[in-house]
């Protein structure tokens, strides 16, 4: 299928940041966006990059009133010679169609996926910010657009790409956060939809966040939701614990991200031959571990933030440092690697770094 392009006029193009210390997160888009269109028994079609512009609906399109929205997030990084590169941008694209899957909706083609992404990108590589730690973060997003109050399925798709520069997702920047663990509200139940990355686990988990960052913590460290015991992810991180001599982290099980930074965590850490461990976890032994000294470093993984070290949790109205609440050896060697990498500063050998521009 070919992706038509449409660029934006000169006068039309926006200012880029001249201070990219100041980027934050999310807060810039971009002059193009990406779109495509999906009718039952028409499939695809009309593949646009276009001029960044409001969406139009109609207010009874399906995405406002039954929840059928899922999103991806990646970012692209600029080398040191002025290349660009994805990292892992299969794994998104085949992440986000089993969210697809799980909310009725139509699988995008693979192909035509990655080169939406590597097309925008390219388009918009002068938004490539070159400052340490920053990138251009690519959100793709799918939602259900027919017109109708009746709950079934969708018949009408859209899918688009929006993407734009950002600097450290937390404001410390790679420095300790401290996590609320919410005893009172759950992410997500098995059957359910907490494996895929869908807008309505977001929402649901906005609350019990709010309630975190009014007490002075950076995010939610989830529980099950059965015994209320299991540790299962952070709000927007899966999570990692060095207890002992091992690494470990929450099995996948239905109710947690597949991150794939979490993957990438696990398959450095074993070719650095630290005893990685994916098993069930609870609050309660992380605590004692703590207390006896065992707990030695926590740290949370992502897209938005690579590794977030955790330096401090609370649970049950009491405070617990991890590792004095500072940054533990093994987050940081592993932030490193996997920035360097991301980068183009050092070898890659596990192919993850994908080079799209000059």
């Known amino acids: ?63 406002l009133h039954y929840g059928q929205e899922i999103f991806e997030g990646l970012k692209a990084y600029r080398g040191p010679k002025g290349e660009v590169y994805l990292f892992r941008p299969k794994e998104n694209i085949k992440r986000m169609n089993i969210s697809a899957e799980r909310l009725c909706m139509p699988l995008m083609d693979e192909e035509i996926f990655l080169e939406a992404i590597q097309k925008l990108v390219i388009l918009e590589k002068d938004w490539v910010p070159k400052g340490e730690g920053t990138s251009l973060y690519i959100r793709p997003i799918m939602i259900a657009t027919e017109a109708a109050l009746g709950v079934h399925p969708a018949n009408e798709y859209l899918f688009f790409i929006v993407v734009g520069p950002v600097g450290a997702y937390y404001p410390q920047g790679f420095s300790p956060t401290k996590m609320f663990v919410s005893q009172d509200h759950v992410r997500a139940t098995k059957g359910g939809t907490g494996h895929v990355k869908a807008a309505i686990n977001y929402a649901a988990s ?7 960052t009014s007490k002075g913590y950076t995010q939610v460290l989830w529980l099950d939701a059965i015994e209320n015991k299991y540790i299962e992810e952070v709000g927007t991180s899966n999570i990692f614990f060095v207890i002992g001599d091992e690494l470990i982290t929450p099995p996948l099980g239905g109710t947690i991200l597949p991150g794939i930074t979490r993957n990438s965590v696990i398959k450095l850490a074993k070719h650095f031959k630290i005893k990685v461990v994916e098993r069930l976890i609870t609050i309660h032994e992380v605590i004692e571990s703590s207390k006896n000294g065992k707990l030695k470093e926590a740290f949370a993984s992502g897209t938005a933030a690579i590794i977030s070290p955790v330096g401090q949790i609370h649970y049950r109205g009491r405070d617990y440092l991890i590792n004095g609440g500072k940054t533990g050896p093994i987050a940081e060697k592993l932030y490193n690697e996997i920035l360097q990498i991301q980068y183009g500063m050092k070898d890659d050998p596990f192919k993850w770094r994908v080079q799209i521009s000059d």
Not at 11 to 21: G, L, T, V, Y
Not at 206 to 212: G, K, S, Y
Request: glycine content about 6%; charged content about 30%; proline content about 7%.
């Open 1 to 63: 299928m070919e992706i038509k392009i449409i660029k934006a006029t000169p006068k039309k193009m926006k200012a880029k940041p001249k201070d990219e210390s100041k980027l934050g997160f999310g807060k810039l888009v971009t002059d193009h966006f990406f779109n495509i269109k999906y009718k039952e028994g028409q499939g695809w079609h009309d593949a646009l990059i276009e001029p960044y512009r409001p969406l139009q609906l109609d207010p009874t399109a399906m995405c």
């Open 206 to 212: 906005l609350f019990a966040t709010r309630i975190a």
